[in-house]
């Protein structure tokens, strides 16, 4: 029988999922399941890897079964994941030594502050692409060697490996034959140098990680290997791996220089295809490399909003404004405007372009007339101000303007943020049919791989229009918005300031 059917595994913070497209890129099949949060202390966040493991493989197998799939039916596996989460384990058993310590987890902090006061932090950031964060796998790996009794002696002896979580997946899936992960994963942990393409000696060093302990890198569309016929019945590729945020940017066929992806989910992430361009950020933007199909790789500068749907779900849990996100919506819409109210959500400090972790979330604007119809439009605005505020950074770094967006992610159904987000960028704003291009990203570098589609092109041809959102208002009305919103940020700023 031909085969038919891709599949993409969607290993997330929250969820591992599973699902099955068709070549044009519909759905077929799709399993789910939530696996444990685990907090050991307060800022620290775990996953234990065989449970992601476990529930990976289990949704896979549902997805499969739900349509009477077989191995034979699949051309290829593509895998999509968290970033940044770090996993060590041993070579030998495959049992993992710690936890996976995850991306969210800010442990190692101090780590970072002392490496910044040493004087790397340039030089992470010109060679890495990233500005030296705890978030990323380097000082969590490094965690780990310096916490784990003997660990550190193990690794050297080349008995301990590391790896993300695609890289675990890959292990897990070829039974231990395959230690490998891809371009755009191994640029998320702040280890890799991002122009030479290879792990970086000064910062191993400074960590004190030995090299061995690395995977092998790789396109993302890529023949990494089969599955061990155990799983599924029969051996499968697996053809395509990429980072969650990259994977997205790929389904959504951003693969040009200017190109720009924003997923409204919880947060908010910014990407844009910058072509062969390695650019340094001037307002504190990240370098990233893209998902592509061959060793001369695209770049990507990425920017994200810490507080984007959770604004909304504030309104819902937090203030009780709201029954649903939804809902949101329909308040919105029941006003003309949000009449000079403006909503700050900084709850967790202020990222690019303004960048101060001591900001507080304020509202502004407030008068007798002021209702929670206007409350929560002004909320859902501030979603599309601060996705404005990357845009505009990503302009600058740039120098070009941006025309289009392309959007996914929860908050991206919301017709009123959508058309907001266009009116306030004076831009297109895009929504495709297929909301799941993460797994739809991971889905076609699989496909590529496997000689499935023959080019880039035809994914394009594949992509289908849900609405196009156009702006609406004039230039005056757009500058008083922006203007106001600048002001009420630079209030946010002054609080943040004082004692
Ligand atoms: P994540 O993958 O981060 O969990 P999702 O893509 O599932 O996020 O989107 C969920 C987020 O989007 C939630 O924060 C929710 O409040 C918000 N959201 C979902 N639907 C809407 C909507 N129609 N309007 C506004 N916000 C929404």
């Known amino acids: 029988m031909e085969k038919k059917l891709i599949m993409a595994l969607d290993q997330g913070t929250t969820s591992s999922r599973c699902i099955l497209f068709k070549k044009n890129g519909e759905i077929a099949s799709i399993a789910q399941r939530e696996f444990t949060q685990i907090y050991p202390k307060p800022g620290y966040v775990e996953h234990d890897p065989l449970e992601i493991w476990s529930s990976q493989l289990s949704v896979a197998t549902e997805a499969m079964a739900k349509i009477n799939a077989k191995a034979e039916d699949i051309v290829s596996i593509g895998i999509t994941n968290q970033r940044e989460t770090t996993i060590v384990w041993d070579k030998e058993t495959g049992e993992p030594i710690y936890n996976a310590i995850v991306w969210q987890c800010h442990r190692t902090a101090d780590m970072i502050e002392k490496m910044v006061e040493d004087g790397l932090g340039e030089y992470v950031r010109n060679t890495t692409g990233l500005i030296p964060d705890a978030y990323f796998s380097a000082s969590k790996l490094a965690w780990i060697l310096n916490h784990i009794k003997g660990a550190r002696e193990k690794a050297k002896e080349g008995k301990l490996i590391f790896g993300t979580v695609d890289t675990w997946l890959i292990w897990k899936l070829t039974k231990g034959r395959i230690h490998t992960t891809d371009y755009t994963n191994a640029s998320r942990t702040m280890l890799f140098d ?13 960590f004190d990680i030995p090299r061995c302990m690395l995977p092998e890198v790789h396109p993302s569309s890529y023949k990494f290997g089969e599955t061990d016929s155990q799983f599924f019945g029969g051996p499968v590729i697996i053809g395509g791996v990429a980072g969650d945020q990259q994977a997205s940017l790929f389904g959504q066929c951003c693969f040009n220089e200017g190109d720009v992806k924003n997923t409204y989910g919880t947060g908010c992430f910014l990407l844009m295809n910058t072509g062969k361009n390695i650019l340094q950020s001037k307002k504190g933007l990240l370098t990233t490399i893209a998902a592509g199909d061959s060793d001369d790789v695209d770049y990507a500068l990425e920017g994200s909003v810490f507080v984007g749907g959770a604004a909304i779900q504030w309104l819902r849990d937090g203030m009780r404004m709201i029954k649903n996100a939804a809902q949101s919506e329909e308040y919105a819409c029941a006003v003309s405007s949000s009449e000079g109210v403006y909503v700050v959500p900084s709850f967790t400090g202020m990222g690019a372009p303004y960048w101060n972790q001591h900001a507080k979330g304020i509202v ?21 101000y ?26 991206s159904n919301n017709d009123f943020l959508m058309q907001f987000q266009s009116d ?4 297109d704003v895009i929504r495709s049919k297929c909301s799941e291009t ?62």
């Open 424 to 427: 306030v960028m004076d831009a």
């Open 194 to 206: 991002i122009k030479n393409l290879d792990w970086d000696q000064k910062i191993l060093d400074y």
């Open 438 to 499: 993460t797994a739809l990203g991971a889905a076609y570098l699989a496909g590529l791989a496997a000689g499935f589609y023959e080019s880039k092109e035809e994914l394009i041809s594949n992509w289908e229009l849900s609405n196009r959102f156009q702006p609406s208002v004039k230039k005056e009305v757009r500058e008083k918005l922006i203007k106001g919103w600048k002001k009420a940020v630079k209030t946010a700023l002054v609080w943040a300031e004082e004692e």
């Open 364 to 384: 502004v604007g407030l008068t007798r007339g002021c209702s929670k119809e206007h409350f929560i439009r002004a909320t859902l605005e501030s979603v599309a």
């Open 386 to 411: 601060q996705s404005y505020d990357v845009l505009n950074a990503m302009e600058l770094d740039l120098g070009k303007d941006i025309t289009s967006l392309k959007v996914d992610g929860g908050a």
